[in-house]
């Protein structure tokens, strides 16, 4: 018999499954609850759109956000989306790619993911501006976000 895919339903931006759970590197994880090709997408991060300007104020004073910029003047605040790639960690060694395509947050795996496996991403430049400290504990580590 034949493995299936579990049916999407329409509108279902998540393509692989990725559950949360206690992170090593930070809080709370996503982790891949199933194998993973490289270099397919993973899923999307979705949540209210806003000014740069309003991510700015909203991210001032918190160790954890998740908003990312999409654009020079737009962001995305996914603080309150029930996404579970929401929860992906910053590595300076990451297994997968987050890419901006026509004001959507898409995250695509590097390398083959293993169920179990976290995901993270290479955040770049952060509202931290290098004051926090990395936990990604990978071998070449830059120490800061």
Same mark, same amino acid.
């Given at each position: 018999?034949?493995?299936? !895919?579990?049916?999407?339903?329409?509108?279902? !931006? @998540?393509?692989?499954?990725?559950?949360?759970?206690?992170?090593?590197?930070?809080?709370?994880?996503?982790?891949?609850?199933?194998?993973?090709?490289?270099?397919?997408?993973?899923?999307?991060?979705?949540?209210? @759109?806003?000014?740069?300007? =309003?991510?700015q104020h909203r991210?001032?004073?918190?160790?954890?956000?998740?908003? /990312?910029?999409?654009?020079?003047?737009?962001?995305?605040?996914?603080?309150?989306?029930?996404?579970?790639?929401?929860?992906? &960690? *910053?590595?300076?060694?990451? &297994?997968? /790619?987050?890419?901006?395509? @026509?004001?959507?947050?898409?995250?695509y795996a590097m390398?083959?993911?293993?169920?179990?496996?976290?995901?993270?991403?290479?955040?770049? =430049?952060? *509202? *931290?501006?290098?004051?926090?400290?990395?936990?990604?504990?990978?071998?070449?580590?830059?120490?800061?976000?």
């Open positions: 018999m034949a493995a299936t !895919t579990p049916r999407r339903a329409p509108g279902d !931006t @998540q393509k692989f499954r990725v559950e949360v759970g206690p992170s090593a590197i930070d809080g709370r994880g996503a982790f891949a609850a199933e194998a993973i090709p490289a270099r397919r997408k993973i899923g999307e991060i979705r949540g209210e @759109q806003i000014s740069v300007r =309003e991510a991210a001032r004073g918190l160790a954890r956000i998740m908003i /990312v910029e999409i654009s020079e003047r737009r962001a995305i605040d996914a603080s309150r989306s029930a996404d579970p790639l929401r929860f992906t &960690n *910053h590595s300076c060694a990451p &297994n997968t /790619v987050l890419r901006i395509r @026509q004001g959507r947050i898409e995250l390398r083959d993911l293993a169920a179990g496996e976290e995901l993270t991403v290479h955040y770049g =430049e952060s *509202h *931290h501006r290098g004051r926090l400290a990395c936990r990604c504990g990978a071998p070449r580590c830059s120490g800061r976000l």
